[in-house]
């Protein structure tokens, strides 16, 4: 803290560097595995597995392998314990630390919708069903949304402050650009942002409730489009000083540039019929990058496949960007609630790094009502300088992440650059 | 950087606003419990609830499904603003930023909602009640009310939670696009709770809470909600912010409680605003303060409140000010005498305290201070 009291400065704004990675999604585990899956435009949606959903609607949803998960942190004491969202934690901040072991953060800002949910079912079920409740104190000690998050410090010896950011849908994506926010004002020179969130079945049940999930394909975007589905996952990004990253020679993966947030107090539920709560977030993150909207080559979209939120976010990308390039990813793997806008910025990070549009797959027929440039069904490779990822919540929450190549591709002049 | 509080409200099972309910912590007083029931359960519990009159008066179309958390969290946060004497308009509505701190969060509806799936099935789910189990629900609310558009956060975390959202609000008013930062904590009690935290062992089934008691007889929940409004100016400021850490075991809390106390102290301290709730929390306290601060006078209200968990910092924070504003300390309830602190077991005059730290040890793994000045 001292040391960040002397570093704060606003008329200087610090540049952010992504310096490493980590990821599990149904798209695979860790970066390799996305990266193919978002190439070959994998569908990665499959029928529930986790519990029943005879009554419900939807009968899908993009699913993390329990076998493969537990199975690679069977040396970590009391694994057995810990809930699959630590696991997941434990999973992304893992491949993290590998590319870069001497990253030592100076807090951590994570989102996440559910904590523990499944723990807390548990409990409740046991306790009003009179069940066994032998376990009741380790699904209580599980639960809290802050414990994966510990947990996951506590393996690789992590001692740094964490805010546990709940913002809905947009939880994800707040993560990422608050961490951006106190790495570029100074106060902080490096900072793990992120989200997780595991499938739980109460939150399965509230979106069926709702009518907001789909028995059919999740096909963002398009005409016909009927509803999301749910994903789980996790996702880290190391987030540092660009300077102090370069001075110490760490690999600079990806310049995170902006971020807008907007509240749009329209309904608990419903994004603002214009899209004007998602317009004011990119505009934001377009003003924080000092960029204009003629500069962004991709957009990974919020794109839950819900008629309301297509319909409003088509409206605000376009009424601000001319025919860019956009996808939902969640059509490949579900929407992940506090994760997504974490997992979406790595895809946003890969498809700087391997220059190619990820595609928005299931996309059969374009909606009129939306004039989008839809990366339909098939991945294909572009020039990305920069790219933009919505995330936009319950409660009217919207946020905007703009992140860069590094270095820029040459043939786009712009001021400050390296 | 330092921020100012420039309004404060306080809905609390003493009752609500910050003087009426100040003058009863220097009386001495302390909130009636009342014991809570479950349908499937013949167990009762203790807890501390807000008396209806302290909400009384707030409507808002928004509230008229909300959970009890949306309706002391809009209480309290209307309070702060309206002693900030701020208005919100549409021209200002962006330079203001909401920052929400819970734990439990809408733990009534939530249960309400599972138990419908659990006895009858997932066709059974309301769509009208899930809404109201997301974390963010009672900021939405809250935002919505007040005609917040700009910068909305829901913190969750444990009872240190309060004092992490004073640290996000300092970085977020780093941002010289924002004027003020109106910081809330708010909880709910639902039986579902005490019995988790009985089984957690942290719980004691009737009060009073015993702070700093050798026996660790356990805490009883509360409910309610605090807020503050921070500017840039002001009397009393928030000097510094410590954003803590967590530890892995509770046996580890006295280390990093240290760390914090260590750092916040560097200045002369005139008492310590401590989170001790008759649990493990209070041993690793007392250890920290009598070696970080020996000097300092130690006081905690949750003898009188009860634990309120992610509104306990908030509660903290308004009673520093609260007491450097008014240069006394209440007397701490039921204490034990023999602890090697400097307790004031009276209402006692302080009458050139100009800093405090507020300390706060969650139940479950974090920790944090902030440290206030008058000037």
Same mark, same amino acid.
């Not at chain 1, 319909?311 to 996808?327: Q, T």
């Not at chain 2, 509360?222 to 954003?243: K, M, Y």
């Not at chain 2, 916040?264 to 008759?278: C, K, P, Y």
């Not at chain 2, 690793?284 to 509104?311: C, D, H, M, R, W």
């Given at each position: 803290?001292?040391?960040?009291?002397?570093?704060?400065?606003?008329?200087?704004?610090?540049?952010?560097?992504?310096?490493?990675?980590?990821?599990?999604?149904?798209?695979?585990?860790?970066?390799?595995?996305?990266?193919?899956?978002?190439?070959?435009?994998?569908?990665?949606?499959?029928?529930?597995?986790?519990?029943?959903?005879?009554?419900?609607?939807?009968?899908?949803?993009?699913?993390?392998?329990?076998?493969?998960?537990?199975?690679?942190?069977?040396?970590?004491?009391?694994?057995?314990?810990?809930?699959?969202?630590?696991?997941?934690?434990?999973?992304?901040?893992?491949?993290?630390?590998?590319?870069?072991?001497?990253?030592?953060?100076?807090?951590?800002?994570?989102?996440?919708?559910?904590?523990?949910?499944?723990?807390?079912?548990?409990?409740?079920?046991?306790?009003?069903?009179?069940?066994?409740?032998?376990?009741?104190?380790?699904?209580?000690?599980?639960?809290?949304?802050?414990?994966?998050?510990?947990?996951?410090?506590?393996?690789?010896?992590?001692?740094?402050?964490?805010?546990?950011?709940?913002?809905?849908?947009?939880?994800?994506?707040?993560?990422?650009?608050?961490?951006?926010?106190?790495?570029?004002?100074?106060?902080?020179?490096?900072?793990?942002?992120?989200?997780?969130?595991?499938?739980?079945?109460?939150?399965?049940?509230?979106?069926?409730?709702?009518?907001?999930?789909?028995?059919?394909?999740?096909?963002?975007?398009?005409?016909?489009?009927?509803?999301?589905?749910?994903?789980?996952?996790?996702?880290?990004?190391?987030?540092?000083?660009?300077?102090?990253?370069?001075?110490?020679?760490?690999?600079?993966?990806?310049?995170?540039?902006?971020?807008?947030?907007?509240?749009?107090?329209?309904?608990?539920?419903?994004?603002?019929?214009?899209?004007?709560?998602?317009?004011?977030?990119?505009?934001?993150?377009?003003?924080?990058?000092?960029?204009?909207?003629?500069?962004?080559?991709?957009?990974?979209?919020?794109?839950?496949?819900?008629?309301?939120?297509?319909?409003?976010?088509?409206?605000?990308?376009?009424?601000?960007?001319?025919?860019?390039?956009?996808?939902?990813?969640?059509?490949?793997?579900?929407?992940?609630?506090?994760?997504?806008?974490?997992?979406?910025?790595?895809?946003?990070?890969?498809?700087?790094?391997?220059?190619?549009?990820?595609?928005?797959?299931?996309?059969?027929?374009?909606?009129?009502?939306?004039?989008?440039?839809?990366?339909?069904?098939?991945?294909?490779?572009?020039?990305?300088?920069?790219?933009?990822?919505?995330?936009?919540?319950?409660?009217?929450?919207?946020?905007?992440?703009?992140?860069?190549?590094?270095?820029?591709?040459?043939?786009?002049?712009?001021?400050?650059?390296? | 950087?330092?921020?100012?509080?420039?309004?404060?409200?306080?809905?609390?099972?003493?009752?609500?606003?910050?003087?009426?309910?100040?003058?009863?912590?220097?009386?001495?007083?302390?909130?009636?419990?009342?014991?809570?029931?479950?349908?499937?359960?013949?167990?009762?519990?203790?807890?501390?609830?807000?008396?209806?009159?302290?909400?009384?008066?707030?409507?808002?179309?928004?509230?008229?499904?909300?959970?009890?958390?949306?309706?002391?969290?809009?209480?309290?946060?209307?309070?702060?603003?309206?002693?900030?004497?701020?208005?919100?308009?549409?021209?200002?509505?962006?330079?203001?930023?909401?920052?929400?701190?819970?734990?439990?969060?809408?733990?009534?509806?939530?249960?309400?909602?599972?138990?419908?799936?659990?006895?009858?099935?997932?066709?059974?789910?309301?769509?009208?009640?899930?809404?109201?189990?997301?974390?963010?629900?009672?900021?939405?609310?809250?935002?919505?009310?007040?005609?917040?558009?700009?910068?909305?956060?829901?913190?969750?975390?444990?009872?240190?939670?309060?004092?992490?959202?004073?640290?996000?609000?300092?970085?977020?008013?780093?941002?010289?696009?924002?004027?003020?930062?109106?910081?809330?904590?708010?909880?709910?009690?639902?039986?579902?709770?005490?019995?988790?935290?009985?089984?957690? +062992?942290?719980?004691?089934?009737?009060?009073?809470?015993?702070?700093?008691?050798?026996?660790?007889?356990?805490?009883?929940?509360?409910?309610?909600?605090?807020?503050?409004?921070?500017? +840039? $100016?002001?009397?009393?400021?928030?000097?510094?912010?410590?954003?803590?850490?967590?530890?892995?075991?509770?046996?580890?809390?006295?280390?990093?409680?240290?760390?914090?106390?260590? $750092?916040?102290?560097?200045?002369?301290? $005139?008492?310590?605003?401590?989170?001790?709730?008759?649990?493990?929390?209070? +041993?690793?306290?007392?250890?920290?303060?009598?070696?970080?601060?020996?000097?300092?006078?130690?006081?905690?209200?949750?003898?009188?409140?009860?634990?309120?968990?992610?509104?306990?910092?908030?509660?903290?924070?308004?009673?520093?000010?609260?007491?450097?504003?008014?240069?006394?300390?209440?007397?701490?309830?039921?204490?034990?005498?023999?602890?090697?602190?400097?307790?004031?077991?009276?209402?006692?005059?302080?009458?050139?305290? +100009?800093?405090?730290?507020?300390?706060?040890?969650?139940?479950?793994?974090?920790?944090?201070?902030?440290?206030?000045?008058?000037?």
């Amino acid at each position: 803290m001292a040391q960040a009291d002397r570093r704060e400065s606003t008329n200087n704004p610090a540049r952010v560097a992504v310096t490493a990675a980590g990821v599990i999604s149904p798209l695979g585990f860790g970066l390799a595995e996305t990266l193919e899956s978002l190439r070959n435009a994998r569908d990665c949606v499959t029928p529930m597995m986790r519990f029943s959903v005879t009554q419900c609607r939807c009968k899908t949803a993009g699913q993390v392998s329990d076998a493969r998960l537990l199975a690679s942190h069977a040396q970590i004491p009391r694994s057995g314990r810990l809930h699959r969202a630590s696991h997941m934690m434990i999973q992304v901040l893992q491949e993290l630390m590998t590319q870069q072991p001497e990253f030592e953060p100076e807090l951590m800002v994570i989102g996440t919708t559910s904590g523990g949910m499944s723990y807390g079912e548990r409990y409740y079920r046991s306790l009003s069903g009179g069940g066994d409740l032998r376990h009741a104190p380790t699904w209580i000690a599980n639960y809290p949304a802050q414990k994966p998050v510990i947990d996951a410090q506590s393996v690789f010896g992590i001692s740094a402050p964490c805010h546990v950011i709940a913002n809905a849908c947009a939880s994800g994506t707040n993560a990422v650009g608050h961490a951006f926010e106190c790495v570029r004002s100074g106060r902080y020179q490096r900072v793990l942002a992120g989200g997780y969130d595991a499938l739980a079945e109460m939150v399965f049940v509230g979106f069926d409730s709702l009518q907001a999930s789909t028995p059919e394909k999740c096909r963002p975007f398009d005409r016909h489009r009927t509803g999301m589905v749910l994903g789980e996952g996790a996702a880290v990004l190391a987030l540092e000083n660009l300077d102090v990253a370069r001075e110490r020679g760490a690999p600079v993966l990806a310049e995170m540039i902006g971020y807008g947030i907007s509240t749009d107090n329209f309904h608990i539920t419903q994004p603002e019929p214009s899209g004007i709560g998602a317009r004011q977030a990119m505009e934001r993150a377009l003003e924080s990058a000092d960029i204009c909207a003629g500069d962004v080559d991709y957009i990974n979209a919020h794109g839950t496949a819900t008629v309301f939120n297509d319909a409003a976010e088509g409206k605000a990308i376009s009424a601000l960007f001319n025919r860019v390039p956009v996808s939902s990813t969640k059509s490949m793997m579900g929407h992940s609630l506090g994760a997504a806008g974490a997992i979406e910025a790595v895809v946003c990070l890969l498809a700087l790094q391997h220059q190619f549009l990820p595609a928005n797959v299931n996309f059969t027929t374009p909606d009129d009502d939306v004039d989008l440039n839809i990366v339909a069904n098939e991945a294909r490779s572009a020039v990305v300088n920069t790219a933009l990822s919505n995330s936009f919540g319950f409660g009217g929450t919207n946020a905007s992440v703009l992140m860069r190549k590094y270095p820029r591709l040459s043939g786009r002049s712009q001021t400050g650059d390296e | 950087m330092s921020l100012a509080i420039a309004g404060m409200g306080w809905i609390t099972p003493l009752g609500s606003g910050v003087n009426s309910v100040w003058e009863q912590l220097l009386q001495g007083e302390e909130a009636s419990a009342t014991t809570i029931s479950e349908q499937f359960a013949d167990r009762l519990y203790s807890v501390f609830r807000i008396p209806e009159s302290a909400i009384k008066g707030i409507s808002h179309p928004r509230l008229r499904r909300a959970s009890a958390i949306s309706r002391f969290a809009a209480a309290a946060g209307l309070h702060a603003l309206e002693s900030a004497g701020l208005k919100l308009e549409p021209r200002n509505a962006e330079r203001i930023a909401l920052i929400f701190a819970i734990s439990n969060g809408g733990v009534s509806y939530t249960k309400r909602f599972y138990h419908e799936i659990v006895g009858t099935g997932a066709q059974a789910a309301s769509p009208l009640l899930f809404p109201e189990t997301v974390f963010n629900a009672p900021a939405s609310h809250l935002a919505a009310i007040l005609g917040v558009t700009g910068a909305t956060y829901t913190l969750v975390g444990d009872g240190a939670v309060g004092l992490a959202a004073i640290t996000m609000a300092e970085e977020l008013m780093v941002n010289e696009a924002l004027d003020y930062c109106l910081v809330v904590g708010a909880e709910e009690i639902d039986w579902l709770l005490c019995d988790a935290y009985r089984r957690w +062992r942290l719980l004691r089934m009737a009060p009073p809470i015993e702070p700093f008691s050798n026996q660790n007889r356990g805490m009883i929940l509360s409910e309610g909600a605090g807020a503050i409004v921070l500017a +840039r $100016d002001g009397f009393v400021t928030i000097e510094r912010a410590h954003p803590g850490g967590h530890f892995r075991r509770r046996a580890d809390a006295e280390e990093i409680l240290k760390r914090i106390l260590r $750092d916040l102290s560097r200045t002369e301290i $005139d008492f310590v605003i401590s989170s001790a709730n008759g649990t493990f929390v209070d +041993r690793a306290e007392s250890q920290a303060l009598a070696e970080i601060v020996p000097n300092a006078l130690v006081y905690t209200v949750k003898p009188a409140f009860g634990e309120g968990v992610g509104t306990a910092g908030l509660w903290q924070i308004i009673l520093a000010a609260q007491a450097l504003h008014s240069k006394e300390l209440p007397p701490v309830l039921h204490a034990n005498h023999s602890v090697p602190l400097r307790l004031p077991l009276s209402r006692t005059p302080i009458p050139s305290a +100009r800093r405090a730290i507020v300390l706060s040890c969650g139940l479950n793994q974090q920790a944090a201070g902030v440290r206030l000045a008058i000037h």
